[in-house]
């Protein structure tokens, strides 16, 4: 005969193991996305990582939230420098993610520039030197983040702009690590997240994200254009994970952990530029 308490003994475990999952992925997800103190995870695996990319978004949070204060402080020292503002939140957030995802948009701008094969490919993304397609791509997501922000800060929406366009950036990752994507080769980041969240989970984290940027933006202004605008950048930072992941399966045969920076990279500036002209 079962025991009243042997139900929550049995169970007591198994919640253990799962908080234990979600701290280890916690730690993963900050460890890997910023420069931030994260510890060191217990245990990393497919299971661990996948729920990492699913914390992304709040990881992209914490960086926005971050760079947004920057931005708020220039703006009261020198209210009229929008432009100087605008760097300095935008430097935040690259320096926050320690430059890695500028480095895999070069590297998979170079790959994609040489039109070689699949092998050479995967071979140029792994190499340290940054060629001219990756010089060209860093460039210019830098310009079109300042110019954006800059625009968004002349609206009086710039820091949310930011924490909205930083955190629908990391959005990418979960969509980016669904089941139907591949990794492009047996070993690195790709290899540990690729194939690791279900679509419904992507979706029910980007439900969430939109949620919130749209209640941020509503509370910014409840203008139905500017709340429109912070729906349409959230989704159109979706929609670049789709269109890269789709053109990485094509050119590479799945993912690299290049291919998700380089996916943050080009969903930051996406975003901006949607909220610039919807605010």
């Given at each position: 005969m079962t025991?009243?308490?042997?139900?929550?003994?049995?169970?007591?475990?198994?919640?253990?193991?799962?908080?234990?999952?979600?701290?280890?992925a916690a730690r993963l997800s900050l460890g890997t996305l910023t420069v931030l103190p994260a510890g060191v995870p217990s245990r990393v695996d497919r299971e661990v990582g996948g729920r990492a990319m699913v914390l992304a978004p709040a990881v992209g949070v914490l960086v926005g939230g971050i760079a947004a204060a920057v931005v708020v402080l220039a703006q009261l020292v020198k209210p009229e420098a929008d432009l100087l503002a605008a760097v300095l939140g935008v430097l935040v957030v690259a320096g926050l993610s320690g430059g890695l995802h500028l480095?895999?948009?070069?590297?998979?701008?170079?790959?994609?520039?040489?039109?070689r094969d699949r092998e050479t490919m995967l071979r140029i993304m792994k190499q340290s030197d940054i060629g001219p397609f990756g010089v060209v791509a860093i460039v210019g997501v830098l310009l079109l983040d300042v110019a954006a922000l800059t625009a968004c800060l002349q609206a009086d929406f710039g820091w949310q702009a930011l924490l909205i366009a930083t955190a629908a950036s990391r959005l990418t990752l979960p969509w980016s690590c669904r089941t139907s994507i591949p990794a492009a080769r047996p070993d690195g980041l790709g290899s540990i997240v690729a194939t690791t969240v279900r679509p419904l989970t992507a979706t029910l984290t980007t439900a969430a994200v939109l949620a919130a940027a749209i209640a941020l933006s509503w509370l910014a202004?409840?203008?139905?254009?500017?709340?429109?605008?912070?729906?349409?950048?959230?989704?159109?930072?979706?929609?670049?994970?789709?269109?890269?992941?789709r053109r990485a399966v094509r050119a590479l045969g799945g993912t690299t952990g290049d291919v998700l920076?380089?996916?943050?990279?080009?969903?930051?500036p996406v975003a901006l530029v949607a909220l610039a002209l919807t605010v």
């Open positions: 025991e009243p308490g042997e139900p929550e003994a049995a169970a007591g475990p198994a919640d253990a193991n799962v908080r234990r999952a979600w701290s280890d480095d895999g948009l070069a590297d998979f701008a170079d790959a994609l520039g040489s039109r202004s409840p203008a139905v254009l500017r709340s429109s605008g912070t729906a349409g950048a959230v989704l159109l930072a979706v929609l670049t994970s789709l269109l890269i992941g920076g380089a996916t943050v990279e080009m969903a930051l």
